[in-house]
Protein backbone atom coordinates (compact mmCIF):
# COMPACT_ATOMS: atom_id res chain seq x y z
CA UNK A 1 0.00 0.00 0.00
CA UNK A 2 1.21 2.99 -0.99
CA UNK A 3 0.42 7.09 -0.70
CA UNK A 4 3.93 8.60 -1.87
CA UNK A 5 6.30 7.31 -4.21
CA UNK A 6 9.44 9.41 -4.23
CA UNK A 7 11.96 9.43 -7.57
CA UNK A 8 15.46 9.16 -6.84
CA UNK A 9 18.28 9.81 -9.55
CA UNK A 10 20.31 6.36 -9.60
CA UNK A 11 23.79 8.88 -9.55
CA UNK A 12 22.96 11.80 -7.18
CA UNK A 13 24.83 10.81 -3.93
CA UNK A 14 23.41 13.16 -1.18
CA UNK A 15 19.90 11.87 -2.10
CA UNK A 16 20.91 8.72 -1.63
CA UNK A 17 22.12 8.69 1.86
CA UNK A 18 19.37 10.55 2.53
CA UNK A 19 16.29 8.32 1.31
CA UNK A 20 15.46 6.45 4.39
CA UNK A 21 14.34 10.07 6.46
CA UNK A 22 11.97 11.17 3.65
CA UNK A 23 8.28 11.10 4.34
CA UNK A 24 7.91 8.60 1.20
CA UNK A 25 5.94 5.16 1.41
CA UNK A 26 8.65 4.09 -1.21
CA UNK A 27 12.04 5.17 -2.95
CA UNK A 28 12.15 4.96 -7.06
CA UNK A 29 15.90 4.82 -7.40
CA UNK A 30 15.93 6.17 -11.42
CA UNK A 31 18.61 4.17 -13.52
CA UNK A 32 16.36 5.54 -16.56
CA UNK A 33 15.00 8.40 -17.70
CA UNK A 34 17.08 10.61 -14.93
CA UNK A 35 20.06 8.75 -16.34
CA UNK A 36 22.18 10.19 -18.93
CA UNK A 37 23.83 7.66 -21.45
CA UNK A 38 27.50 8.55 -20.07
CA UNK A 39 26.07 7.86 -16.62
CA UNK A 40 24.54 4.66 -16.16
CA UNK A 41 27.34 2.41 -15.59
CA UNK A 42 27.92 4.98 -12.10
CA UNK A 43 24.43 5.64 -11.19
CA UNK A 44 24.17 1.64 -11.44
CA UNK A 45 27.03 1.25 -9.22
CA UNK A 46 26.08 3.93 -6.54
CA UNK A 47 22.50 2.03 -6.00
CA UNK A 48 24.47 -1.16 -5.67
CA UNK A 49 26.64 0.17 -3.04
CA UNK A 50 23.94 2.20 -1.51
CA UNK A 51 21.80 -0.90 -1.35
CA UNK A 52 24.50 -2.97 -0.33
CA UNK A 53 26.26 -0.95 2.88
CA UNK A 54 23.28 1.10 4.29
CA UNK A 55 22.53 0.24 7.61
CA UNK A 56 19.55 1.44 7.43
CA UNK A 57 17.18 1.37 4.41
CA UNK A 58 13.50 2.90 2.97
CA UNK A 59 10.44 1.34 4.08
CA UNK A 60 10.07 0.09 0.60
CA UNK A 61 12.39 0.12 -2.17
CA UNK A 62 11.55 -0.15 -5.90
CA UNK A 63 14.24 -0.04 -8.74
CA UNK A 64 13.29 2.03 -12.30
CA UNK A 65 15.13 -0.06 -14.57
CA UNK A 66 15.79 0.42 -18.39
CA UNK A 67 13.85 -0.95 -21.45
CA UNK A 68 14.44 -4.77 -22.12
CA UNK A 69 15.55 -3.23 -25.57
CA UNK A 70 18.43 -1.54 -24.21
CA UNK A 71 22.26 -2.77 -23.43
CA UNK A 72 21.52 -1.82 -19.49
CA UNK A 73 18.80 -3.68 -18.72
CA UNK A 74 20.04 -7.09 -18.02
CA UNK A 75 22.90 -4.92 -15.38
CA UNK A 76 20.10 -3.45 -14.04
CA UNK A 77 18.81 -6.69 -13.28
CA UNK A 78 22.19 -7.91 -11.42
CA UNK A 79 20.82 -5.53 -8.54
CA UNK A 80 18.32 -8.18 -7.51
CA UNK A 81 20.95 -9.97 -6.55
CA UNK A 82 21.44 -7.70 -3.44
CA UNK A 83 17.93 -8.86 -1.92
CA UNK A 84 17.21 -5.50 -0.74
CA UNK A 85 15.24 -4.40 -3.66
CA UNK A 86 10.82 -4.68 -3.60
CA UNK A 87 9.59 -4.02 -6.61
CA UNK A 88 10.70 -3.23 -10.29
CA UNK A 89 9.58 -0.30 -12.27
CA UNK A 90 9.36 -1.24 -15.87
CA UNK A 91 9.64 1.58 -18.17
CA UNK A 92 6.97 1.65 -21.47
CA UNK A 93 5.12 -1.01 -20.65
CA UNK A 94 3.04 -2.55 -22.47
CA UNK A 95 1.73 -6.57 -23.23
CA UNK A 96 5.01 -7.28 -25.50
CA UNK A 97 7.35 -6.21 -22.96
CA UNK A 98 5.94 -7.35 -20.16
CA UNK A 99 5.60 -10.83 -21.66
CA UNK A 100 9.16 -10.31 -22.50
CA UNK A 101 10.22 -9.48 -19.24
CA UNK A 102 8.42 -12.05 -17.21
CA UNK A 103 10.26 -14.82 -19.03
CA UNK A 104 13.76 -12.90 -18.41
CA UNK A 105 13.24 -12.57 -15.20
CA UNK A 106 11.94 -16.43 -14.27
CA UNK A 107 14.96 -17.66 -15.90
CA UNK A 108 17.41 -15.07 -14.00
CA UNK A 109 15.65 -15.95 -10.46
CA UNK A 110 15.63 -19.25 -10.88
CA UNK A 111 19.14 -19.30 -11.77
CA UNK A 112 20.47 -17.29 -8.95
CA UNK A 113 17.62 -18.51 -6.20
CA UNK A 114 15.50 -15.55 -5.44
CA UNK A 115 12.73 -15.26 -4.90
CA UNK A 116 9.89 -13.62 -7.50
CA UNK A 117 10.05 -10.12 -8.14
CA UNK A 118 6.47 -8.37 -8.28
CA UNK A 119 6.11 -5.58 -11.17
CA UNK A 120 5.27 -1.93 -11.07
CA UNK A 121 4.11 -0.91 -14.90
CA UNK A 122 4.84 2.40 -16.06
CA UNK A 123 2.67 3.11 -18.24
CA UNK A 124 3.93 5.72 -20.73
CA UNK A 125 2.67 5.17 -24.14
CA UNK A 126 -0.48 4.74 -26.52
CA UNK A 127 0.22 1.36 -26.76
CA UNK A 128 0.69 0.83 -22.73
CA UNK A 129 -2.86 2.35 -22.88
CA UNK A 130 -4.42 0.50 -24.96
CA UNK A 131 -2.37 -2.62 -23.95
CA UNK A 132 -3.58 -2.09 -20.35
CA UNK A 133 -6.66 -4.69 -20.38
CA UNK A 134 -4.28 -7.27 -22.04
CA UNK A 135 -1.78 -7.68 -19.31
CA UNK A 136 -3.35 -5.83 -16.01
CA UNK A 137 -3.91 -9.67 -15.25
CA UNK A 138 -0.58 -10.88 -15.40
CA UNK A 139 0.06 -12.02 -12.00
CA UNK A 140 3.59 -10.39 -11.18
CA UNK A 141 1.88 -6.90 -11.14
CA UNK A 142 1.16 -4.73 -8.12
CA UNK A 143 0.49 -1.44 -9.44
CA UNK A 144 0.07 0.36 -12.82
CA UNK A 145 2.07 4.04 -12.60
CA UNK A 146 1.00 7.13 -15.28
CA UNK A 147 3.76 8.38 -16.67
CA UNK A 148 1.92 11.55 -18.20
CA UNK A 149 5.14 13.62 -19.85
CA UNK A 150 6.39 10.24 -22.07
CA UNK A 151 2.71 9.55 -22.71
CA UNK A 152 2.27 13.46 -23.97
CA UNK A 153 5.19 13.04 -26.07
CA UNK A 154 4.15 9.73 -27.74
CA UNK A 155 0.80 11.57 -28.60
CA UNK A 156 2.58 14.79 -29.77
CA UNK A 157 0.27 16.93 -27.28
CA UNK A 158 1.32 19.39 -24.72
CA UNK A 159 1.03 18.98 -21.05
CA UNK A 160 -1.31 21.13 -19.15
CA UNK A 161 -2.54 22.43 -15.43
CA UNK A 162 -6.03 20.70 -16.14
CA UNK A 163 -4.75 17.61 -17.02
CA UNK A 164 -7.56 17.27 -19.54
CA UNK A 165 -5.00 15.34 -22.22
CA UNK A 166 -4.38 12.85 -19.92
CA UNK A 167 -8.23 11.86 -18.55
CA UNK A 168 -8.80 8.91 -20.65
CA UNK A 169 -5.22 7.47 -19.52
CA UNK A 170 -6.14 8.17 -15.91
CA UNK A 171 -9.44 6.88 -15.82
CA UNK A 172 -8.32 3.59 -17.83
CA UNK A 173 -5.52 2.62 -15.49
CA UNK A 174 -7.98 2.98 -12.22
CA UNK A 175 -10.26 0.98 -13.68
CA UNK A 176 -8.05 -1.58 -14.50
CA UNK A 177 -6.49 -1.68 -11.46
CA UNK A 178 -9.78 -1.70 -9.67
CA UNK A 179 -10.11 -4.83 -11.75
CA UNK A 180 -7.57 -6.57 -11.03
CA UNK A 181 -6.49 -5.45 -7.60
CA UNK A 182 -3.31 -3.46 -8.24
CA UNK A 183 -2.43 0.04 -6.97
CA UNK A 184 -3.14 2.87 -9.20
CA UNK A 185 -0.33 5.35 -8.79
CA UNK A 186 -0.73 9.44 -10.77
CA UNK A 187 1.80 10.47 -12.60
CA UNK A 188 4.68 12.97 -11.10
CA UNK A 189 3.53 16.71 -10.95
CA UNK A 190 6.08 18.42 -12.64
CA UNK A 191 6.01 22.38 -10.95
CA UNK A 192 7.90 21.29 -8.22
CA UNK A 193 7.56 25.25 -6.71
CA UNK A 194 3.70 25.28 -7.04
CA UNK A 195 2.61 23.46 -4.02
CA UNK A 196 -1.13 24.95 -4.41
CA UNK A 197 -1.08 23.57 -7.77
CA UNK A 198 0.01 20.04 -6.53
CA UNK A 199 -2.65 19.86 -4.17
CA UNK A 200 -5.20 20.76 -7.15
CA UNK A 201 -3.86 18.17 -9.34
CA UNK A 202 -3.04 14.84 -6.57
CA UNK A 203 -6.98 15.88 -5.15
CA UNK A 204 -8.31 15.55 -8.19
CA UNK A 205 -6.42 12.59 -9.22
CA UNK A 206 -7.55 11.06 -5.80
CA UNK A 207 -11.21 11.62 -6.23
CA UNK A 208 -10.99 10.11 -9.96
CA UNK A 209 -9.58 7.09 -8.06
CA UNK A 210 -6.17 6.96 -8.06
CA UNK A 211 -4.77 5.78 -4.73
CA UNK A 212 -0.89 6.84 -5.09
CA UNK A 213 1.11 9.70 -6.49
CA UNK A 214 4.63 9.88 -7.76
CA UNK A 215 6.66 12.95 -6.53
CA UNK A 216 10.26 14.13 -8.38
CA UNK A 217 10.73 16.42 -5.31
CA UNK A 218 10.76 15.62 -1.40
CA UNK A 219 8.93 18.87 -0.49
CA UNK A 220 6.14 17.10 -2.45
CA UNK A 221 5.43 14.33 -0.02
CA UNK A 222 3.33 16.03 2.40
CA UNK A 223 1.12 17.34 0.17
CA UNK A 224 0.53 14.03 -1.29
CA UNK A 225 0.84 12.09 2.08
CA UNK A 226 -2.70 14.07 2.97
CA UNK A 227 -4.73 14.06 -0.08
CA UNK A 228 -4.22 10.27 -0.21
CA UNK A 229 -4.85 9.87 3.33
CA UNK A 230 -7.93 9.32 5.24
CA UNK A 231 -8.97 12.54 6.79
CA UNK A 232 -10.06 12.65 10.73
CA UNK A 233 -13.44 13.33 9.26
CA UNK A 234 -13.46 10.12 7.08
CA UNK A 235 -11.77 8.33 10.09
CA UNK A 236 -14.31 8.90 12.90
CA UNK A 237 -17.12 8.53 10.32
CA UNK A 238 -16.07 5.17 9.20
CA UNK A 239 -15.55 3.94 13.01
CA UNK A 240 -19.11 4.55 13.80
CA UNK A 241 -20.17 3.41 11.30
CA UNK A 242 -18.72 0.19 11.95
CA UNK A 243 -19.41 0.23 15.33
CA UNK A 244 -23.16 0.66 14.57
CA UNK A 245 -23.17 -2.24 12.43
CA UNK A 246 -21.69 -4.64 14.94
CA UNK A 247 -24.48 -3.23 17.36
CA UNK A 248 -27.25 -4.55 14.52
CA UNK A 249 -25.87 -8.00 13.58
CA UNK A 250 -27.90 -8.73 11.11
CA UNK A 251 -29.59 -5.75 10.54
CA UNK A 252 -29.09 -5.25 6.35
CA UNK A 253 -29.20 -1.84 5.69
CA UNK A 254 -29.57 1.09 8.66
CA UNK A 255 -30.20 4.83 8.79
CA UNK A 256 -26.45 6.69 9.90
CA UNK A 257 -26.62 10.93 9.67
CA UNK A 258 -29.77 11.14 7.61
CA UNK A 259 -28.32 8.40 5.02
CA UNK A 260 -28.77 4.66 4.43
CA UNK A 261 -25.57 2.41 5.14
CA UNK A 262 -25.49 -0.88 2.97
CA UNK A 263 -23.28 -3.06 2.23
CA UNK A 264 -21.03 -0.88 -0.35
CA UNK A 265 -20.91 1.70 2.08
CA UNK A 266 -19.76 -0.68 5.07
CA UNK A 267 -17.11 -1.89 2.98
CA UNK A 268 -15.72 1.82 2.08
CA UNK A 269 -15.63 1.96 5.49
CA UNK A 270 -13.67 -0.95 6.35
CA UNK A 271 -11.40 0.24 3.81
CA UNK A 272 -10.66 3.66 5.05
CA UNK A 273 -9.98 2.11 8.30
CA UNK A 274 -7.70 -0.05 7.07
CA UNK A 275 -5.72 2.31 5.31
CA UNK A 276 -5.87 4.74 8.33
CA UNK A 277 -4.09 1.40 10.70
CA UNK A 278 -2.02 0.91 8.43
CA UNK A 279 -0.47 4.33 7.82
CA UNK A 280 -0.60 4.51 11.77
CA UNK A 281 -3.35 7.50 11.36
CA UNK A 282 -5.14 5.62 14.49
Not at 117 to 131: M, P, S
Not at 168 to 185: E, G, M, P
Not at 237 to 244: F, G, Q, R, S, Y
Not at 248 to 259: D, L, V
Request: glycine share 4%; aromatic share 8%.
Amino acid sequence: MFRSLLFIPGNNPSMLQNADVFLADAIIFDLEDAISINEKNNARNLVKNYLLTSSVLPKQIILRVNSINTEWFKKDIELLKTNKINYLLIPKTDKSSLLNIEEYLSAFEKENKLVETKIIALVETARGVNDLPLFAENKRLIALLLGAEDLASDLQIKRTETGEEIFYARSKIIYAAVDHNLIAIDTPYTNINNLEGLLKDATYAANLGMKAKACIHPNQLEVVNKVFSPSEQEIKWAKEVIKISLEKPGSGAFQFQGKMIDKPILDRAEKILVKAKHFNLM
